[in-house]
């Protein structure tokens, strides 16, 4: 389902909301992500995974500044993901599923924090923003 | 059969004891009748759907979601044997309700939102991995009798 214009506005003013701290939260979906579902370490083998990890913490602004990028080029998601895309499916050879396991990890981790804020409607819009992005990152794959 | 440690088992069923079993039904099931809008073809005979408002006061809703949290909280206090809980409820979402288990995997995850929001910090990654685990197993056992 394409992302609507009130989709659009509403994903752009929760991401003015959370403002420099999208890092602390993609670092938490991540960890998130780590402990949940297992499988998704193997990912990342040469890394110290342990609870406060700075190599997870670097990984996880990596994570924001894209995501951020991606809130910046609503119009365009697969085009401003193209070399992420690219990235994960060839190099990386991230299994597309996985994607969709930190999209749900951060959408906990935004509940978590601005409970007021994630009512059904923006819980739909970010979930559709967050599909869009995961979309866009598999459409490389295979 | 969900394999839980004892931290794991505490943490869910500590939580548990604090949730309005009712009301965080019925927030779950608008929720995924909002957030996954396919799914609300199997909900025709419940009048007014058509935005998230109408989805959230929608008595219904609530009522079923109510029933299906209730049926949940079941499976909690029967780890052991989720498969043995749900295999009515199995035969019956597969045989006369038609519906595709995937969505009990949808069912789950916006649980785990819903409870995210309500515990805030408490709901840390440990807790989460935990009830993780439990929705996922609630979920293969609806599935169980599926053919």
């Known amino acids: 389902m394409a ?63 894209a995501l951020t990028a991606a809130v910046a080029h609503l119009d365009d998601l697969p085009g401003a993901l193209s070399a992420l895309g690219a990235l994960h499916a060839h190099r990386l050879r991230v299994d597309p599923a996985h994607f969709q396991l930190l999209s749900h990890c951060l959408l906990v981790t935004l509940a978590r924090h601005y409970p007021g804020d994630l009512g059904p409607a923006m819980h739909a819009s970010l979930h559709k923003f967050l599909s869009h992005v995961t979309s866009a990152l598999a459409s490389r794959c295979g | 059969m969900v394999h839980l440690t004892a931290e794991e088992k505490s943490l869910v069923s500590s939580m548990w004891g604090k949730v309005n079993v009712d009301e965080v039904g019925g927030e779950a099931l608008g929720r995924l009748l909002i957030v996954y809008p396919w799914t609300q073809r199997f909900f025709d005979s419940f009048g007014n ?18 029933k299906v949290l209730n049926s949940f909280s079941d499976g909690l206090k029967n780890l052991d044997n989720l498969k043995g809980t749900f295999a009515k409820l199995s035969e019956l979402h597969c045989d006369k309700l038609h519906v595709d288990p995937e969505n009990f995997k949808l069912l789950g995850n916006v649980l785990v939102c819903v409870l995210a929001r309500h515990f805030g910090r408490e709901f840390t990654p440990l807790a989460q991995a935990a009830y993780q685990k439990v929705v996922a197993g609630v979920a293969n056992a609806l599935a169980h009798k599926y053919h």
């Open chain 2, 49 to 66: 759907l058509s935005t998230p408002d109408a989805v959230m006061s929608n008595a219904k809703v609530k009522a079923h979601g109510k």
């Open chain 1, 3 to 65: 992302l609507s214009g009130e989709d659009r506005a509403a994903v752009r003013a929760l991401w003015r909301k959370l403002g420099g701290n999208v890092g602390i939260y993609a670092t938490e979906a991540l960890e998130r992500t780590f402990c949940s579902f297992p499988a998704t370490k193997a990912y990342f083998p040469h890394f110290d995974l342990s609870p406060g990890s700075a190599q997870v913490k670097a990984h996880g602004q990596k994570v924001a500044d």
